[in-house]
């Protein structure tokens, strides 16, 4: 399915510089910021879950790890509303390939995730200028229209293809 046949590709957040400092499960360091998302490509994909009882959020979750080997070059993480210990059971528990960022509230995400509509949610970010730059959200009305695992794939691709909304060309 092409991207965003059922998704929204929200213009809304677009150019948000990200800052943040979170605690993390199943990464080292323990503490995730902003800078630990840049990637040989410049190409980062953070995955903002709904909250730890969402079943769907686990089963993006999960398609996002199935397709973790597919991801070269990028650098991939979720965001889970709730406490560090709950995202190390979260991240054991699901056997997840990626960082798990645990930020409550979405207080650190907060310019991000007030302009998405519904949850689970992906950010498309640009790992390359003096911050890290959101470069495209994908969401939708209803929680199942986040893009599934092979959709990141195909986002990832796309991204490539046309490069950064700056005009400087992804790295392949």
């Known amino acids: 399915m092409p991207v965003g046949d059922h998704m929204n590709d929200s213009a809304h957040g677009v150019g948000q510089r990200l800052a943040f400092r979170v605690p993390t499960a199943g990464g080292d360091p323990e503490t995730y910021t902003a800078a630990d998302l840049s990637s040989p490509s410049g190409i980062a994909l953070l995955l903002f879950l709904r909250h730890h009882h969402c079943a769907l959020s686990r089963k993006r979750a999960r398609s996002l790890a199935a397709h973790a080997e597919e991801f070269d070059g990028v650098t991939v993480a979720a965001v889970l509303p709730d406490t560090a210990d709950r995202a ?9 390939s ?3 960022l645990a930020d409550p509230e979405f207080e650190q995400f907060e310019g991000v995730t007030e302009w998405v509509p519904q949850m689970p949610a992906v950010a498309r970010v640009d ?5 890290p730059t959101v470069e495209q959200l ?3 009305a209803r929680p199942q229209d986040c893009p599934t695992g092979e959709e990141m794939v195909d986002i990832v691709a796309e991204a490539r293809r046309e490069g950064p909304a700056t005009g400087r060309g992804f790295a392949d």
């Open 127 to 131: 790992t390359r200028g003096e911050a």
């Open 88 to 96: 190390n059971v979260w991240h054991r528990r699901y056997d997840l």
């Open 98 to 100: 990626f960082p798990l």
């Open 138 to 140: 994908y969401s939708g």
